[in-house]
């Protein structure tokens, strides 16, 4: 038991408080993984002297050093390879990938070398690293900043997916992902980034990226969302509770491997399930979670499963990104819809 | 391209190429101070053995006993002299045509069996404290590997030494660039090593570049950089030391182009007869690296032809211990591909195991049950 030897122990100090946007959250988490392992580092590109182009890195440079926190030459491909070598060597790296609309060509380094190495060793060598990118639209980004590829990636195996859709669980979870033995892949949804500011505890302590997040409980309808896409969905189950429908709200953040059971004892209690996503259509996380509840709750659905995604469209230019962003009015039709069979 | 009166030369290049021991088997200069005959012995013997294993892995690979297979025949100098340089903490990663250096490094052939032969363990490495990474497949990114190995052990502030290999082929790639780059900006210490042996699959180098060495593309990076004949053990042996002492004292990086040809197919999978000149195949063999060596040991008294016989029985004996070694392995069980996947089995892939298992029973079930199996597998 704890503190049964109080007599000599000195007065602990509370965590400290703090009030953080996601960006804030983001760069304590990293702050206190540097601070608590010698052997975690930071690499990517503008990461140190200027923070990061989002500011997730601003300040660690000058508190930890250019040996844990380094600029590196503007070549992706390197980046996710180097992180492969540091890894195997004990240290736990962390990469940052400027916008996941980069990302593509580290793919080699994730799918035949990252995800691969524990299993092809057998044990001997192992990959620890987790490689960061700000991710989705809605912030009015240039071509090629605003695509939600979750999807791509959660088919490799021997990968974790997390994203967070808020400051207390950003940290959290990266904090998790940075101490976890498997390679991650950390995506931050940046509409999120700035956009809400909670009271966060600066306490050290992990969240866990083996289970969903219920964000709230119902008996009615089971609404499944992660990233930013969670703001719309508390407003449309918002609208729903006003209607007097009872919505429990799932927060996925661990795209893989995926905690479908908690989706599918959700589902068995409400009978009634829609998934919004950000991602086009087609083969997104939504496909595979409607896979398994039918697999397994087939019998306890009252309705067909609904989702809300994206189009299977390129994602249009900033001016008319509205149209593709799956919103509240979108997830309430598909819920009504749905409690109306 | 002339220069104009409006423009002065900023900069100049040169690009060297080192060799000591002739395909005749003369010396062109002394032997470096401190490469004594008694290496150059050790020398030749590593190379009988690795070739003793190429051969058999061949001959495995023709009955069904090993899978798919890539011969290091001729380039065997390189992957020895690399072997013999290396200290146990430097760091080894490899393409896939190092057998040689992997013997010397302590993974035993029966691994290297296991590798080729289909079984995951073979790079589990049967001495699980070797450093050393699995052979990698996809061309040219083992190269991004080794500069992270490198900055790791350079973060560590550890006096150890990375050493990456390729072939020509991949430094067609950005990786190959890539890592250059880093090797020169970060000072890295770090030994590439270019297998050039001429032949990608059945691209000649003369189309896979129009350069007149590949070492002068670390001219670009502003690498250290230098060509050697790639069949001369004390070249190599002289370069690589140098290159290895110049990295773990933190004086950064080396690219060695290694001249050398590939004798053999590029794996048990390909014919080479398709297309490459026999006439040229015959030249390539004169200058290999293993009877240039003989010629000067045996010039120095240093070596015979019962010698030569003593050391191939020696070494096909130790080659049939590994193999039987290796075909005495145990199977894996099904688990065994689902529980490295992951630090811990996450709750779907437990699932999924399960159902493995049960399909594994079946297929055990079909090859060995009632005698009605299907025995060719």
């Known amino acids: ?341 | 391209m002339k220069p104009t009166n409006a423009q002065t030369e900023v900069a100049r290049f040169q690009i060297f190429k080192e060799e000591y021991l002739a395909a005749d088997g003369q010396l062109l200069h002394p032997l470096p101070q401190n490469l004594s005959a008694d290496t150059l012995v050790r020398f030749y013997k590593h190379m009988v053995y690795a070739r003793t294993f190429d051969q058999k892995a061949i001959a495995l690979q023709r009955t069904g006993q090993l899978g798919t297979y890539p011969s290091a025949l001729g380039q065997e100098a390189i992957n020895t002299a690399l072997g013999m340089c290396m200290l146990p903490e430097d760091v080894l990663v490899p393409y896939y045509r190092d057998h040689s250096t992997r013997l010397i490094r302590g993974t035993p052939a029966r691994d290297l069996s296991r590798y080729w032969g289909g079984d995951e363990r073979g790079s589990m490495f049967s001495d699980l404290t070797n450093p050393d990474f699995p052979d990698c497949v996809p061309i040219a990114t083992q190269l991004s590997h080794a500069a992270g190995v490198a900055t790791a052990l350079k973060i560590k502030q550890l006096p150890f030494a990375t050493v990456t290999t390729c072939g020509d082929g991949a430094t067609s790639r950005g990786e190959f660039y890539e890592a250059l780059n880093l090797a020169g900006v970060w000072q890295l210490p770090l030994v590439m090593v270019v297998n050039n042996n001429r032949w990608a699959i059945s691209v000649p180098f003369s189309k896979q570049s129009s350069v007149q060495t590949i070492a002068q593309k670390a001219i670009a990076a502003e690498v250290a950089c230098l060509q050697v004949d790639g069949n001369d053990p004390v070249g190599l042996l002289k370069c690589l030391d140098e290159a290895l002492k110049r990295a773990r004292g933190n004086k950064g990086a080396t690219l060695i182009e290694a001249l050398t040809y590939r004798l053999g197919d590029h794996t048990t999978a390909d014919d080479a007869r398709r297309y490459r000149a026999a006439a040229e195949l015959a030249s390539a063999q004169e200058i290999e690296p293993m009877i240039r060596l003989r010629r000067y040991l045996t010039a120095q008294n240093l070596w015979s032809d019962e010698l030569e016989q003593a050391e191939t029985e020696q070494s096909k004996a130790r080659v049939q211990v590994e193999v039987k070694a290796y075909l005495a392995t145990e199977p894996q069980t099904p688990d065994d591909f689902f529980d490295y996947v992951y630090e811990t089995c996450p709750p779907e892939l437990e699932r999924q195991k399960h159902f493995a298992r049960a399909k594994f029973a079946r297929l055990q079930q079909a090859k060995h049950g009632n005698g009605h199996g299907d025995q060719h597998g």
């Open chain 1, 1 to 341: 038991m704890a503190n049964t030897e109080s007599t000599h122990t000195e007065p602990t100090q509370a965590p400290k408080q703090i009030v953080a946007t996601m960006v804030d959250a983001l760069n304590c988490a990293l702050a206190q993984a540097l601070e608590e392992d010698e052997q975690v580092v930071l690499l990517g590109e503008d990461i140190a002297t200027n923070g990061g182009v989002f500011r997730v890195t601003e300040g660690l440079k000058d508190r930890f050093g250019v040996r844990r926190v380094m600029d590196t030459p503007l070549a992706e491909t390197i980046i996710a390879g180097m992180t492969v070598g540091m890894a195997t060597q004990g240290l736990r790296p962390v990469a940052e990938i400027q916008f996941m609309g980069f990302i593509y060509s580290t793919m080699e380094h994730i799918v035949s070398h990252a995800t691969r190495m524990r299993n092809r060793t057998r044990g001997r060598l192992t990959c620890p690293l987790v490689i960061r990118a700000p991710f989705g639209g809605g912030i009015h980004a240039p071509e090629h900043h605003s695509e939600s590829t979750e999807a791509m990636f959660a088919h490799i195996p021997g990968l974790r997916i997390i994203i967070p859709s808020s400051p207390v669980r950003a940290y959290g979870l990266l904090l998790s992902a940075i101490r976890c033995n498997d390679p991650v892949l950390f995506l931050e949804p940046k509409r999120v980034y700035r956009s809400v500011k909670q009271r966060l505890t600066l306490d050290a302590a992990g969240l866990p990226i083996d289970s969903c997040f219920i964000l709230r409980e119902g008996q009615d309808i089971t609404l499944v969302s992660w990233g930013a896409s969670i703001r719309e969905t508390l407003l449309a189950a918002d609208q729903l509770q006003i209607l007097g429908v009872s919505v429990e709200v799932i927060d996925v953040a661990s795209i893989k491997p995926l905690d479908s059971d908690t989706i599918i004892a959700s589902t068995k209690k409400t009978g009634r399930l829609v998934i919004v996503q950000e991602a086009a259509q087609t083969l997104g996380l939504a496909s595979e979670i409607i896979a398994r509840v039918q697999e397994q709750a087939f019998f306890q659905l009252r309705a067909p499963i609904s989702r809300v995604t994206g189009f299977d469209i390129p994602m249009p230019y900033f001016r008319n990104e509205a149209l593709y962003m799956p919103d509240t009015q979108q997830i309430l039709d598909a819920a009504q819809a749905t409690l109306a069979v």
